[in-house]
């Protein structure tokens, strides 16, 4: 072979492997379809706007489609939806998981958290430092990206007892996951599980006497329509997990990972700035279609508390039986060390 031709041949097959490499580089057009269990609202206008940065940051290339109130899946099967590849990203809420989230669940514990930005700060410090949380998610095929907080929770149905922990004997109490019906159960009530987007019609129809859910919620769904009282605060959790599948975090490439990572950190600082403002808002909105909003008296929630069980604790001890007892107490015991208990 001509020592010219040759080269001519070696210096093709170089430039074809660059364009090889380069073109596994630069991220292809994506569309990711995001499942959400919530409907369409100013509610989630920190997740909405998650997904516009992303697809400002990747110029178009990485779009994310949200179809909202259960379009693409109910509450309970959106996890394993994502984790199978036939959607791309779901927001996860932990009660409905709570015999496979078993450590995400307690997240959802009552009793645990004061405020918002307590549950929060918690679930920042836990995802960061101890493994147990994230390799969970892993088992399911799915990773986390960022955490929405709640506002505090409320009682809300058309008799104006709910103030009281006498006055909530014998209601029938929306609820939802291992721990909160405990919570209920405990001052005598009778915990009803049901999903978000069915408690209007229950309170209507007087199969639920009180919802249990934020303001946010309460005006996002016009629950101060067929219950005029809501009292509260109750107690705070944390709310649902905003995750990607692994199948969909594989499309896309380093820099696209890198771009995710950023963006959810800034959205979840964004969530923790947002929520007070919003929820004060909320409980203004409530009262102004005609809600009347009580508060639930310090002395009224503190035999709530003496009345109920000891639900972190519980949950060590159900771990225990799972054979997870000792991950289970680190994070006990981390927990309290960062809530100064």
């Not at 097959?13 to 409907?39: C, F, K, M, N």
Request: charged share 25%; net charge negative; proline share 5%.
């Amino acid at each position: 072979m001509n020592k010219y031709i040759g080269n001519l041949i070696k210096g093709a097959a170089v430039a074809a492997s660059l364009g090889i490499a380069g073109s596994a580089v630069a991220q292809d057009e994506v569309t990711l379809r995001w499942g959400h269990y919530l409907p369409n609202s100013p509610f989630l206008e920190v997740e909405q706007n998650f997904a516009k940065k992303i697809a400002e940051r990747t110029d178009g290339k990485v779009k994310i489609e949200i179809t909202y109130a259960g379009g693409l899946g109910k509450g309970n099967e959106l996890m394993t939806l994502a984790g199978r590849g036939a959607i791309d990203m779901a927001s996860i809420v932990p009660g409905y998981y709570a015999d496979q989230l078993l450590f995400i669940r307690a997240f959802q514990i009552p009793f645990v958290f004061d405020t918002p930005a307590e549950a929060m700060t918690l679930s920042r410090n836990s995802f960061a430092e101890i493994p147990a949380f994230s390799e969970e998610l892993d088992k399911f095929n799915v990773k986390f990206l960022f955490h929405q907080p709640l506002g505090q929770y409320y009682l809300t149905g058309p008799d104006e007892n709910c103030d009281t922990v006498a006055g909530l004997k014998d209601k029938k109490i929306r609820s939802f996951g291992a721990d909160i019906p405990k919570l209920h159960a405990a001052v005598g009530a009778v915990p009803v599980s049901i999903g978000v987007g069915d408690i209007y019609e229950a309170l209507q129809r007087g199969t639920l006497d009180y919802s249990f859910i934020n303001p946010g919620n309460i005006v996002t769904n016009r629950f101060y329509e067929p219950g005029k009282f809501s009292c509260g605060p109750v107690m705070a959790i944390t709310g649902h997990l905003i995750t990607i599948g692994k199948r969909a975090w594989d499309k896309l490439t380093p820099e696209t990972q890198a771009i995710f990572m950023e963006e959810a950190k800034v959205s979840q600082q964004a969530y923790l700035d947002w929520i007070d403002a919003f929820e004060s808002k909320a409980v203004e909105d409530i009262q102004a279609n005609g809600g009347v909003v009580k508060p639930f008296p310090d002395a009224e929630l503190a035999k709530w508390k003496d009345m109920a069980p000891d639900l972190l604790g519980d949950w060590v001890k159900d771990m225990e039986g799972r054979g997870l007892g000792d991950e289970a107490q680190k994070v006990y015991d981390q927990w309290h060390a960062w809530l100064g208990r």
